[in-house]
């Protein structure tokens, strides 16, 4: 596999930019993932702040590599569904302004079919989102969390090819009892991004425990000898969600999967 190309979601540092940036650049971390709800809104920039901002990352040499957008209700829900759209629409204009070519997302439980109700409409508004997303040369990824791979699968085949694609979330597969080797293994020419966290397996109706890398049952080495196998030339995000003291958890990250 060629020289991984490591980043981290911002928001799971827990700190300012003024001290997360720094961080970034001691451990040589290349991207960045912003969070556009919990953390930037796009609304507040204004061409000039996006300039500064542009500027501030290059001098630590760092770049935007995806934004997220987290929604609390899928795309397949007609409640609120509109403001969901327009949040998302902004969310990607602010990615294209950044220089980033990829905005992820919760895009809700997959329906068991999709010829209507709720399947049409998540297949409908996906469509339309990821259509407006390519004409500013940005691509939706949609979190792998939550069902088996044989549903994202149907899910794929009902969207147009190169309109949605995945941000690979191997701890949260494994934490609801999902095999996440065979996942990636069946959906891999859709994954653009991989999410560094460990867990431990769920079982029946109970739910794993999210944990720090390298510390839960997640087969990295085994996941990553699989993505060579299939070519994979994408980033590895590390996200420290959880961690109550994120510089040592960033150090011991690092460490270990520049070890594998």
Not at 29 to 50: H, K, M, N, T, Y
Not at 55 to 80: H, I, M
Not at 128 to 137: N, V
């Amino acid at each position: 596999m060629p020289a991984m190309q490591l980043g981290i979601a911002l928001s799971s540092l827990g700190m300012p930019l003024k001290h997360a940036l720094p961080l970034c650049a001691h451990w040589q971390l290349l991207f960045v993932e912003l969070d556009l709800r919990r953390q930037f809104q796009p609304a507040d920039f204004g061409p000039s702040a996006i300039r500064q901002f542009r500027k501030l990352l290059a001098d630590y040499n760092v770049r935007v590599g995806q934004v997220s957008y987290p929604t609390r209700r899928g795309f397949g829900e007609s409640a609120d569904l509109e403001a969901r759209c327009a949040g998302i629409r902004a969310a990607i204009k602010f990615a294209a302004a950044l220089n980033c070519r990829q905005i992820s997302t919760q895009i809700g439980p997959l329906p068991a079919e999709y010829t209507t109700g709720g399947g049409r409409l998540l297949v409908d508004v996906l469509t339309d989102l990821g259509r407006f997303a390519d004409h500013l040369g940005v691509q939706i990824c949609a979190q792998s969390v939550g069902q088996p791979v044989a549903d994202w699968q149907q899910l794929l085949r009902n969207i147009p090819e190169g309109l949605l694609a995945i941000d690979f979330c191997p701890a949260q597969l494994l934490a609801e009892g999902i095999d996440p080797v065979e996942w990636l293994a069946s959906v891999s020419t859709a994954i653009r991004l991989v999410r560094l966290q460990d867990a431990t397996r769920g079982f029946g109706r109970g739910r794993g425990q999210l944990l720090p890398l390298g510390t839960g049952n997640v087969p990295w080495p085994e996941l990553l000898g699989t993505l060579q196998e299939h070519n994979y030339r994408g980033g590895f995000m590390l996200d420290l969600s959880g961690s109550t003291d994120p510089e040592p958890a960033l150090e011991q990250a690092v460490t270990y999967i520049r070890a594998l």
